[in-house]
Each structure stands twice: as C-alpha cells, then as structure tokens.
C-alpha cells in the first residue's frame, strides 16, 4: 500500500525559511523510474508544481520559485525534504507530496496536504 | 514555460446535464495532458491521463478529447457526487495546472 505523508511547521514568519518532509511508504526511490513531487495550493486557488527528485538523484524545479527551493531525499528513512527560502505572505498554501512514475506523466499518489500558514 | 487557460472558471449545471471544461496549452503538448478531480481539503485525483485515457474505476460519463494546444472534459450527464473542482495539467515539459473549474449542481 502507498502512502505519503507531509510534515512541517504549520506557521512561519515571513523572511524566515520553510522545511518540509514527506514520509512515504509502499515504494522505494532507489528503484529506476521513480519519481516524488511537491506541489502547493494557496486557500482558494490553483494547484502549482513546485520541485522534483527522482531515483538517480536528478532535480527539477518551478523556473519562478527555482532561486528558492531546494529538495532533497533519504531513501534510507523513506523521506524527501523540501526547503523553501525567503517566505512570504503568498506563500501561506496547502503543500502536498506526490509521487509519479516516469512511466506516467501524471501524479498517482497524494499525501494528505499540510497547510502552512506564513505570518508575523 | 508552457501555461495551461482553462475554462470556464465556474460552472452551475443541472444533474443530467452534459458539461464541458476547455483547457488550452499555450505550445503542443501532443496528448500528455491530464485531468483531475478535486474534492474540498482533499487530494486531487486523476480522472483522464493521456488526454482522453480513462482511468480504472472513473465512471464512463467522464470522457476527454483533443491533442496539441486545446482539450476538453465532458461529463455526459452530471451527478450530484461530481461536484468539486477540475484541473487540468500537462506534462509536455515539467508540469503546469490549469487554473480550475469549479462545478457546481443548479
């Protein structure tokens, strides 16, 4: 069974930087192919890919936040780390992992989302 | 980056109306197009990959159609348990979403 799980602060202060884990099980991302994402989605509003790391170490991110994210793995503990710098008001959003095969382009298991709250 | 306009916004329709959602990449995606169903505090979950490839157990009033730049979801006669906000997001290079459709019954 797959599962992912998100977890973090729920409230930050602006400037100050984010980090989140994802906690996931049912899957390994030594194996070739695999895939994990995060995305975010402020209250209200559209769902926004944000960073990727695969299998073999291999990083991608959103070309408009790329100067402030970083991702990382542990594929000993099952975790992806994502690290958000320099927040801002805006950037208080429901933060989801996910993970896709590279055989699929499409994200096929979620977590559960966690809000984070950025505020003084 | 390639951006995704998808429309309308919102949508009120009565149950057992056909519905269509239009989603538009601003470059050739070919077919590497998704579509998604979001439930309020919940996960989106895939309805359509491939652009019109239905997914296992997604009823068969879901259907999606289109290649290269324009797409559509149809949803032949609505339900009550179709409500919530659709999404596209193409895969083509990295992934965007489209900004979202919320449905709603009349």
């Known amino acids: 069974q797959v599962t992912l799980k998100e977890s973090g602060p729920a409230l930050v202060k602006p400037t100050e930087t984010l980090t989140l884990t994802c906690t996931f099980s049912?899957?390994?991302?030594?194996?070739?192919?695999?895939?994990v994402s995060w995305i975010r989605q402020p209250p209200g509003k559209a769902l926004e890919w944000l960073a990727r790391?695969?299998?073999?170490?291999?990083?991608f991110y959103s070309t408009s936040l790329e100067t402030r994210l970083t991702i990382s793995k542990d594929t000993s503990k099952n975790l992806v780390v994502l690290t958000l710098a320099n927040l801002e008001p805006v950037d208080t959003a429901t933060y989801f992992c996910?993970?896709?095969?590279?055989?699929?382009?499409?994200?096929?298991?979620w977590g559960q989302g966690m809000l984070v709250t950025v505020s003084s | 980056d390639i951006q995704m306009t998808q429309s309308p916004s919102s949508l009120s329709a009565s149950v057992g109306d056909r519905v269509t959602i239009t989603c538009q990449a601003t470059?050739?995606?070919?077919?590497?197009l998704t579509w998604y169903q979001q439930k309020p505090g919940r996960a989106p979950k895939v309805l359509i990959d491939?652009?019109?490839n239905l997914q296992t157990g997604v009823p068969s009033r879901f259907s999606g159609s289109g290649s290269g730049t324009d797409f559509a979801l149809t949803i032949s006669s609505l339900q009550p348990e179709d409500i919530g906000t659709y999404y596209c997001?193409?895969?083509?290079?990295?992934?965007?979403f489209g900004q979202g459709t919320k449905v709603e019954i009349k």
């Open positions: 491939e652009a019109s």
């Open positions: 470059e050739d995606i070919s077919n590497s």
């Open positions: 997001q193409q895969y083509a290079d990295l992934w965007t």
């Open positions: 049912g899957f390994s991302l030594n194996t070739g192919g695999m895939r």
């Open positions: 996910a993970r896709h095969p590279s055989s699929i382009g499409y994200f096929d298991y």
């Open positions: 790391i695969d299998w073999d170490d291999d990083e």
